[in-house]
């Protein structure tokens, strides 16, 4: 009779956890969409600006329409910097968004409508700006958001979109005019479904 009560007993106890895994406890719903976190699929290319011209100097200042930094389009003028100017975060090379004056980067990006996508850069300011704010806009897929910087280390930042289209513009653009340095960046990611 004692096992007839443990059989008993365990048949209610499987049956109680069984029940327990049915989904969330709450009602996640209402709450709105950021994108989804679990995302696999790396879609810039040339994250680290490694693809870019040796140059023989310290860092190489590339004007609109430079084809020589690979698969990004430029406007205004940027400078690779080398790792022998601005320690990179990884790697040996990074970008300043300003050349000779503000300028920008940009990648078109394939993406699915609706799918959730994470973009993670890492900002410092150039030799020069230490201390001194520089800001950049940072276009991503139907989003804006303003970047500001006064630190000579490297931060990273991370931004999470929705899809509206079946492409999706990355652009990260200097808005601090008539100086020759500014925001850098280096290891810009995003990742989606």
């Not at 699915?112 to 996508?117: A, L, T, W």
């Amino acid at each position: 009779m004692n096992a007839k009560r443990i059989i008993r007993g365990g048949a209610v106890l499987v049956g109680l956890v069984l029940a327990g895994c049915g989904g969330p406890q709450t009602d996640e719903s209402a709450a709105p969409e950021l994108g989804n976190t679990e995302q696999g699929l790396q879609l810039i290319t040339n994250t680290g600006f490694e693809a870019a011209p040796a140059g023989s100097y310290n860092y190489t200042v590339l004007t609109a329409g430079a084809t020589t930094l690979t698969n990004w389009t430029i406007g205004g003028s940027i400078k690779v910097m080398h790792s022998t100017y601005k320690a990179p975060h990884a790697g040996t090379k990074s970008v300043d968004l300003n050349g000779v004056s503000a300028g920008s980067i940009e990648q078109t990006i394939p993406t699915v409508v609706g799918g959730g996508y994470t973009v993670k850069f890492y900002v410092s300011n150039s030799p020069g700006c230490t201390g001194v704010n520089r800001t950049a806009t940072l276009t991503y897929g139907p989003s804006s958001a303003s970047v500001s910087n006064t630190s000579a280390g490297w931060s990273l930042r991370t931004y999470v979109f929705n899809a509206t289209s079946t492409t999706s513009l990355i652009k990260l653009e200097s808005t601090a005019g008539g100086v020759s340095c500014g925001l850098a960046i280096d290891d810009i990611t995003v990742d989606g479904p």
